[in-house]
Each structure stands twice: as structure tokens, then as C-alpha cells.
T-cell receptor, first 113, second 113 residues
Framework: QQQVKQSPQSLIVQKGGISIINCAYE??????FPWYQQFPGKGPALLIA?????SEKKEGRFTISFNKSAKQFSLHIMDSQPGDSATYFC????????????FGSGTRLQVQP | EAQVTQNPRYLITVTGKKLTVTCSQN?????MSWYRQDPGLGLRQIYY???????DKGDVPEGYKVSRKEKRNFPLILESPSPNQTSLYFC????????????FGPGTRLTVL
């Protein structure tokens, strides 16, 4: 049972376009929603994160939109660049005890020049 | 340089031959954990440790052991590896104070024949 559902599985975007990746969750106890970026041969690295008390967070070209009532959140990459080509994982965490991140299945983004 | 290191990076072994994957962090983090990454499933937590001598099961602990005798090290032990443990393994660490960011190691690709 996958608690965080991520789509699409893969995405091809032209340079300068907008990349959008969506995630949905069921567990209302989740209170922290990070996005991780993973390049081939590397470990995931935190890209941006949001808490459910805000509906949007922006850092440079990356924006998280959060819809608490729909239990959905999404990553928007503006002005996508070839260097953004990577696998993106959404994740969620409930509380601070175990600190386990529940990950989505990942989206492989390819930005074509 | 602040980092999480894992060794080995690649390992091919046979069923039943005990192996250990080491993990070390130089950030004085209290919290460490192990994840496995499988296609279409994202990352799933195997074991975690809140501090020295404190470990507990994650979501997929069967067939694995861990120990935390020193703050910086958190080895993953497969006492009798099986082919279904063929996967990409990541160690992660974070501080109990401040941000929730988990820092991931570069990964260990394990193949069990």
C-alpha cells in the first residue's frame, strides 16, 4: 500500500518550459512534505520542503503548491533547464519521532535542449 | 566537507554469504537510517537509530540487522542475503535539532545471486 502516490512516472520537457510533478497522500498525520532530487549515481538531496500551514513555497525556480483539503502537493519547475534532468521524489513524514520519510515512486525528468 | 559515506559502493555476492555495508557521517548527527530503493517503489526505510545504542525497525526490516555503537557509524548487516535483497541502499542522517533535512549517502548497489 503506497501512502504517497506520485505522477507522472516520467516527464519530458523542452528547455524553458514548466515541469509539473504531482503527489497525493492519504495519511492526515503527515506534517512535513519534502521534495528530493536525485542524479544518476548519487543519493537523493533535499530540494525544497513545505509544512501544511502554508499553501505555497518558492525557492528560485522551484515552487511547491500544497492543497491540504485535497491532500495533494506538487512541484513546479519554472524555466526548466537541461541541468534539472534528474529523478524527483516527493515524500512525507508524520511527526518527529521515527523521522521516516514515506517516498513517492519517483519521476524521471528529462529536459531537452 | 559534511557528508555521509558508504562502503562498498558496489557489491555482488551469493545467497547466504554474510555481508556488511558501512555508513559513516561527520556531521555529529544523532539520527541515522537505512533505506532501500527499488524501481517503482521509491525509497523504503529499513532501520533507524535515534542515537547511540538506540535502534528500531522501519517499514521493511526483515533480513537485516543494524548496530549503533558509535555516533558516527551505522552499519547494515545482511546475515544471510537472498536474491530479493538485490537493491540500491542508502544511508541517511539528520540532526535532532534544527532542520528536518536528511542527508543521504551516495548509495550501495547490491546484487545477490
Amino acid at each position: 500500500q503506497q501512502q504517497v502516490k506520485q505522477s507522472p512516472q516520467s516527464l519530458i520537457v523542452q528547455k524553458g518550459g514548466i515541469s509539473i510533478i504531482n503527489c497525493a497522500y492519504e495519511n492526515t498525520a503527515f506534517d512535513y512534505f519534502p521534495w528530493y532530487q536525485q542524479f544518476p549515481g548519487k543519493g537523493p538531496a533535499l530540494l525544497i520542503a513545505i509544512r501544511p500551514d502554508v499553501s505555497e513555497k518558492k525557492e528560485g525556480r522551484f515552487t511547491i503548491s500544497f492543497n491540504k483539503s485535497a491532500k495533494q502537493f506538487s512541484l513546479h519547475i519554472m524555466d526548466s533547464q537541461p541541468g534539472d534532468s534528474a529523478t524527483y521524489f516527493c515524500a512525507a513524514r508524520a511527526g518527529t519521532g521515527r523521522r521516516a520519510l514515506t517516498f513517492g515512486s519517483g519521476t524521471r525528468l528529462q529536459v531537452q535542449p | 566537507e559534511a557528508q555521509v559515506t558508504q562502503n562498498p559502493r558496489y557489491l555482488i555476492t551469493v545467497t547466504g554469504k554474510k555481508l556488511t555495508v558501512t555508513c559513516s557521517q561527520n556531521m555529529n548527527h544523532e539520527y541515522m537510517s537505512w533505506y532501500r530503493q527499488d524501481p517503482g517503489l521509491g525509497l523504503r526505510q529499513i532501520y533507524y537509530s535515534m542515537n547511540v545504542e538506540v535502534t528500531d525497525k522501519g517499514d521493511v526490516p526483515e533480513g537485516y540487522k543494524v548496530s549503533r555503537k558509535e555516533k558516527r557509524n551505522f552499519p547494515l548487516i545482511l546475515e544471510s542475503p537472498s536474491p530479493n535483497q538485490t537493491s540500491l541502499y542508502f544511508c541517511a542522517s539528520s540532526s535532532r535539532q534544527g532542520t528536518d533535512t536528511q542527508y543521504f549517502g551516495p548509495g550501495t548497489r547490491l546484487t545477490v545471486l
